[in-house]
């Protein structure tokens, strides 16, 4: 028979190792949910594409590190706050969305902090779309200004829709839930209301601080105001700097051949940027990244040099329509003697005593306000971007005037003048007493008569455009006028010298 104290030493046996098992499980749940934890939150990583046209279009500069918004709440914040979009979408902005794509061309998607989060890219400021007619389908053409692109809409709407009453998790969550088929409950409970917390308050940070912009007339799409953002992140005082300083909008410009633009034919550098505030293409590429929410410990340095070296090269598209050759003819001399000497020989060959030099505002007369808006004190401040790093930036100085730029693919790059207060190539060739006053932007249908978008019409496809008003301050359409400039020609001529520029 079984004595009594043996039921008690198996239970002892048997309690013993549950005892250890109790004290080692709080350690290995432990080290699970930070396996995890790492394993999720840890992560970093970008989507990418080894086809460099949709790198391009969609591939990271780093910016969603810093700057990211969660993808989901991306998607959902056109259906939480719609009211703060002029129309449907993130189209309504002026975004372009290729068939079969969630995001729009220029937004990056990255894995970071333990979700998908997007950022903006160059393609978002240098790309957009032509029509032939209204009903024609849209050509997508990388390297052109986004001319359809309204930034400053863009920023108002996540700092409206951030200021609202909606921009809250039970408003948000039901809507993310509803798009993707449902969220898990760490994502439900805990992670996507941290992330709108976190994204709401940073976005009333960046309201309070760019408030300035919002006093100013309003941009219109194709049109940024790149250095004043640059102040706000040096933290100068932006409601006590003299008004001159706060009107810089002016268009984006194009990015084909920078191959040819890192040096003139005389071997010195070309000056950059509208108002030539440096020569150093390297420089202004990682200016320019700031735009895209990057910071000098976040930057792709090799995911923007991939974009950098396709650009060296990259070629405008032709002029797709019919050439009057004679006509066009009757312009070369026209165009050599009147514009070679400031903007290349053509539209491939940039050689020209002036080409990338910088044309005194006494002598060009256009809009200043983009001139005034860069100033030394902003340049010295530069100089301290990248600091320890061996690409520190040198090369930014305060100029005097606008920089002469190339004109290869011309044609595209409609609006003209540093701010897009010319709509055509024709209506630059008159006095600025005979260019339109008032005009209409954001229109993706060309005129090939004028060499321009078309500009008098209030909407295209249900899509109400922007009425451009040169009256108000930094919108001046004056400048590039008088008989250096051609536009003292009979009529025929400019026409002829038109019909030149479509051959660029």
């Known amino acids: 028979m079984q004595r009594p104290d043996d039921d008690t030493s198996l239970t002892a046996r048997w309690l013993r190792p549950m005892r250890r098992a109790a004290l080692w499980l709080p350690w290995v749940l432990a080290v699970l949910v930070a396996v995890y934890a790492v394993g999720r939150f840890g992560a970093d990583e970008p989507v990418t594409y080894r086809d460099i046209a949709e790198h391009f279009k969609y591939g990271s500069t780093g910016g969603e590190r810093e700057s990211g918004f969660p993808y989901w709440i991306w998607r959902a914040l056109p259906k939480v706050c719609p009211e703060h979009l002029p129309g449907e979408g993130y189209a309504s902005l002026g975004m372009i969305y290729e068939p079969g794509k969630d995001l729009p061309v220029g937004v990056s998607k990255r894995f970071h902090l333990g979700i998908d989060r997007v950022f903006l890219n160059c393609a978002v400021c240098h790309a957009s779309t032509v029509r032939d007619s209204p009903g024609a389908a849209p050509r997508l053409v990388l390297g052109m200004p986004a001319h359809r692109f309204d930034i400053r809409a863009f920023e ?33 409970t805990v992670v996507y209301p941290v992330a709108i917390g976190l994204m709401r308050e940073r976005l009333l940070m960046l309201k309070a601080r760019f408030d300035f912009v919002f006093d100013q007339p309003e941009w219109g799409p194709g049109r940024v105001d790149t250095f004043n953002s640059a102040k706000v992140l040096f933290n100068f005082p932006m ?56 910071t000098p410990p976040t930057i792709e340095l090799g995911a923007i040099g991939r974009v950098e070296d396709w650009l060296l090269k990259r070629q405008p598209p032709p002029w797709p329509y019919p050439i009057d050759s004679a006509l ?25 005593a002036r080409v990338g030099h910088v044309t005194p505002i006494a002598d060009i007369a256009s809009d200043r306000a983009r001139l005034d808006s860069y100033t030394y004190e902003l340049a010295v401040n530069q100089a301290t971007l990248y600091a320890g790093y061996p690409h520190r930036f040198r090369h930014f100085r305060k100029t005097f005037g606008y920089a002469n730029m190339p004109l290869d693919g011309i044609w595209l790059r409609a609006p003209y003048l540093h701010n897009g207060s010319v709509p055509s190539l024709r209506d630059l060739l008159e006095p600025a007493a005979r260019r339109p006053s008032t005009f209409y932007r954001g229109n993706d249908v060309y005129d ?41 020609l009979p009529a025929a001529d400019k026409d002829a010298l038109v019909e030149y520029l479509k051959t660029f």
């Not at 039970?170 to 088929?181: K, R, W």
């Open 156 to 188: 108002a709407f996540f700092f409206n829709c951030a200021s609202s009453a909606k921009f809250r998790s039970e408003f948000i969550v039901p809507e993310i839930e509803a798009m993707n088929g449902g969220l898990s409950w760490l994502d439900r």
């Open 448 to 488: 090939p008569a004028r060499v321009g978008f078309v500009s008098d019409r209030a909407e295209e496809g249900g899509q109400r455009l922007f009425l451009f008003d040169t009256t108000l301050p930094g919108n001046g359409n004056r400048g590039h006028e008088g008989a250096a400039y051609g536009t003292d």
């Open 328 to 352: 066009a003819q009757r312009g070369m001399p026209l165009y050599e003697h009147y514009c070679a000497d400031c903007h290349g020989r053509d539209g491939r060959d940039f050689s020209g």
């Open 239 to 294: 409601h006590q700097l003299p008004a001159k300083e706060l009107l810089g909008a002016s268009d984006f410009p194009s990015i084909w051949l920078q191959g040819p633009r890192m040096l003139r034919d005389d071997g010195e550098r070309m000056e950059l940027h509208w108002d030539g505030n440096n020569t150093h293409t390297e420089e202004r590429n990682k200016s320019a990244a700031f735009g895209t929410g990057t």
